[in-house]
């Protein structure tokens, strides 16, 4: 095991990756520094590392011809952004301010910094990446709330905490990265009885038959495996978390990849999401489970 310095005389210790794999992710996200993350996240300094959801607001797009275009455009992208992270805090149910909160997954900590500012609780996050652990804990740092939020360097598959620490947990676009048998029985035991776990994932529609070509590209685009809606509920059920909302949020993405396709910071991944949203093979879906 090793450790790297963070800011601030923070150590993050370094676990060896339980798998080739995993050492991969990490080398991916360590060297990920795609604008379309780090640009929206300068908007007002919650970095996130997922999509949007909503309508667009093009009263505050304006004038494509004018200079100030492309800004307004990035501020509405990010405005989506931070949209789809209230929504998933709002399926948290009722947290107190000296409750526990995980994040696995946590990237650069945006939803982190949101879930504090909300319920004024502590709230851990986990990482692959020592780059977006250095990061978040930075930003927790800059504002203040370093004795509340932190990031550590270790696999959301066997997390540094307790059994029943936590009172919510959840997967923001990550899930895609592990085995969801390993990864619900994790959450599984580090919940409370009655805590409440939430997910906001891609995942292809069964109904299509296989992934599609598309499910396929975006596969290979962010090196992860995508898992089916059928695989996301059968693992649950195995592993004591019983779902209470399962709500399809891909009407409510789309306008956010068709608006994002359009701006100066298309990453080429673009018309796969909305081609395979549009033909029913991938599936943008929010799931929430209690710890029973």
Known sequence: MTSTELTAGVTAFIPGPASPYQGDIARYWDGEARPV????????????????????????????????????????????ESAQAEVLLDHLG?????????DAGCGRGGSMVMAHQRFGCDVEGVTLSAKQA?????????????????????NMLDTPLERGQVAASWNNESSMYVDLEDLFAE?????????RYVTITGCWNPRYGQPSKWVSQINAHFECN????REYLRAMANNRLVP???????PETLPYWELRATSSLVTGIETAFINSYKDGSFQYLLIAADRV
């Open 244 to 250: 209470q909302a399962v709500i399809d949020l891909t």
């Open 187 to 195: 959450h599984s035991r580090v919940l409370s009885v009655g805590g």
């Open 37 to 80: 993350n780090l640009r929206l996240g300068d908007v007002d300094g919650l970095y996130h590392h997922h999509y949007g959801i909503g309508d667009i607001d093009h009263t505050a797009l304006g004038d494509t011809g004018d200079s100030g275009y492309e800004n307004r455009l990035i501020s509405e992208l990010h405005r989506l």
């Open 134 to 154: 250095e990061f978040a804990n930075r930003r927790a740092l800059e504002l203040g709330i370093d004795d509340h939020v932190r990031a550590r360097v270790c």
């Open 94 to 102: 009722p947290i107190g301010r000296d409750d526990t909160l995980l």
């Open 226 to 229: 995508i898992h089916s809606r």
